[in-house]
């Protein structure tokens, strides 16, 4: 029903992608269906605004065994949160755990308090996700990376001055789970991420780029970011980068 929908898939499927976490997405329904190999798990919208998913490719394999690779399965994928704004999925088998998550900050000065929100993401994280399990979260945080940062963050590209309002909120929760920022350290990205790390342009692709989307992962965990400044196929709109 949704053409654009397997348009992105084959892209993923093409690029060998093995998790995508998404925002905006504006599903119905809160859900989890497989769609052409992969498993699109949905958090449903709110009067047809945001809505997140996670997106898992069945023919990837996720660790090997005995010399066999290990694929996930649609029953090794469950849905443990969902709602307009945050996602969160357990993959769970005899070889494989972990948490995917997506999750959509609100932005400074919008209708919803951005304090409120981070707290409450902070405790969601820290209530439903079991403490040694692998996490990875793609979150839209519509924050900009500052120097006034703690361990986990990398100098790519970082802002100076002074903080955005939201970075203590932003730190807080970072230094919690001990999340490295995969997308600030050069040695994770491409070089045609180092040279232009933004990943929003607002205005329609007007105006000054800034980067608000990361990558977020738990110490340990071996994450290769895909950019689409080497893959400008995945650009639907022209304000909106898909990260994965």
């Known amino acids: 029903k949704n053409p654009e929908k397997y348009v992105f898939l084959t892209l993923c499927r093409e690029r060998r992608i093995a998790v995508a976490c998404l925002q905006e997405t504006r599903d119905s329904q ?34 090997s065994f005995d010399g066999k690779h290990i694929r996930l399965r649609r029953e090794d994928i469950s849905i443990v949160l969902a ?25 400074v000065g ?19 996700c079991r403490e ?7 979150v839209d945080g519509n924050y900009q990376a500052h120097e006034q940062s703690y361990e986990g ?24 789970f001990q999340f490295g920022i995969v997308n600030t350290f050069e040695e994770f990205c491409t070089p045609e991420y180092i040279s232009d790390s933004t990943t929003y342009f607002p205005n329609h692709g007007c105006g000054e780029g800034v980067r608000i989307d990361y990558v977020l992962k738990s110490a340990g965990v071996g994450v290769v970011p895909c950019s689409c400044k080497v893959a400008p196929e995945f650009v639907y709109k022209e304000d909106d980068y898909v990260k994965d």
């Open 30 to 63: 809160t859900r989890k269906c497989v769609i052409d190999g992969f498993v699109v798990c949905s958090a449903a919208a709110i009067n047809g605004h945001h809505g997140c998913q996670v997106i898992i490719n069945l023919s990837i394999p996720w660790c």
């Open 110 to 128: 919008g209708k919803e308090s951005v304090s409120e929100w981070w707290t409450k993401f902070h405790q969601l994280v820290s209530t439903i």
């Open 83 to 107: 709602n307009h704004r945050l996602l969160i999925v357990r993959v769970s088998n005899k070889h494989v755990n972990a948490y995917i998550i997506s999750a959509h900050a609100p932005y």
């Open 132 to 138: 040694g399990i692998p996490i990875v979260c793609g």
């Open 153 to 176: 963050v990398g100098n790519l590209h970082i802002k100076h001055g002074d903080p955005p309002s939201n970075h203590l909120d932003f730190m807080n929760f970072i230094q919690h």
